[in-house]
């Protein structure tokens, strides 16, 4: 959408050599070359975390990160940091001021690829937890409902309020249908 709405829709590069002839966000860099995100590994997919950690948290929860990557099989192909904030919602992941771990994982599409990522997934989720934070709930579900619960307190009172609105359960996913 950006460049629909900003005027500049030269590269960063032309923009650059062009000394300054227009403003270019530094993602705007991808938008000739978005295919390089593209999957074309059939043999793996791509996974995406994210962790929501206390300020002073943050250096612990890299330092299992890094042990753990190293204990698994799954690749990391990006990571990145940012900053989140307590949201007036039942299922905050934030919490309150926090840092968040995003991590672009890859796995063998296999047993066990899966088994290894579940393996992963619940060693971070429970780093996590031991450290005062909470986890993005994925579309892998490889966590426990008490690991849910603990990450979000207010679980139980979400699926009430869903119940009430919708009384048949017309609206399922496989996290509802899991954890509701």
Same mark, same amino acid.
């Given at each position: 959408?950006?460049?629909?709405?900003?005027?500049?829709?030269?590269?960063?590069?032309?923009?650059?050599?062009?000394?300054?002839?227009?403003?270019?966000?530094?993602?705007?860099?991808? &938008?000739?070359?978005?295919?390089?995100?593209?999957?074309?590994?059939?043999? $793996?997919?791509?996974?995406?975390?994210?962790?929501?950690?206390?300020?002073?948290?943050?250096?612990?929860?890299?330092?299992?990160?890094?042990?753990?990557?190293?204990?698994?099989?799954?690749?990391?192909?990006?990571?990145?940091?940012?900053?989140?904030?307590?949201?007036?919602?039942?299922?905050? &992941?934030?919490?309150? %001021?926090?840092?968040?771990?995003?991590? $672009?994982?890859?796995?063998?599409?296999? %047993?066990?690829?899966?088994?290894?990522?579940?393996?992963?997934?619940?060693?971070?989720?429970?780093?996590?937890? %031991?450290?005062?934070?909470?986890?993005?709930?994925? &579309?892998?579900?490889?966590?426990?409902?008490?690991?849910?619960?603990?990450?979000?307190?207010?679980?139980?009172?979400?699926?009430?309020?869903?119940?009430?609105?919708?009384?048949?359960?017309?609206?399922?996913?496989?996290?509802?249908?899991?954890?509701?």
């Amino acid at each position: 959408m950006l460049p629909r709405v900003r005027g500049c829709v030269q590269s960063r590069n032309e923009a650059l050599r062009a000394m300054e002839a227009c403003m270019v966000a530094r993602n705007q860099a991808m &938008y000739e070359s978005l295919g390089f995100l593209q999957n074309r590994l059939p043999q $793996y997919t791509d996974v995406l975390h994210e962790y929501f950690l206390p300020h002073d948290q943050i250096v612990p929860f890299l330092d299992d990160l890094r042990a753990q990557l190293g204990a698994h099989d799954a690749q990391l192909l990006s990571a990145s940091i940012r900053s989140v904030h307590r949201e007036d919602i039942l299922l905050d &992941y934030a919490q309150g %001021e926090r840092f968040s771990v995003v991590l $672009y994982l890859s796995q063998a599409v296999s %047993e066990a690829g899966n088994e290894d990522m579940a393996c992963l997934t619940r060693a971070l989720v429970a780093t996590s937890l %031991e450290l005062g934070g909470t986890f993005y709930l994925p &579309y892998q579900q490889h966590y426990t409902r008490e690991q849910v619960v603990q990450a979000y307190p207010r679980l139980d009172e979400f699926f009430a309020v869903k119940r009430r609105y919708d009384p048949g359960m017309r609206f399922q996913n496989s996290f509802s249908a899991r954890f509701g």
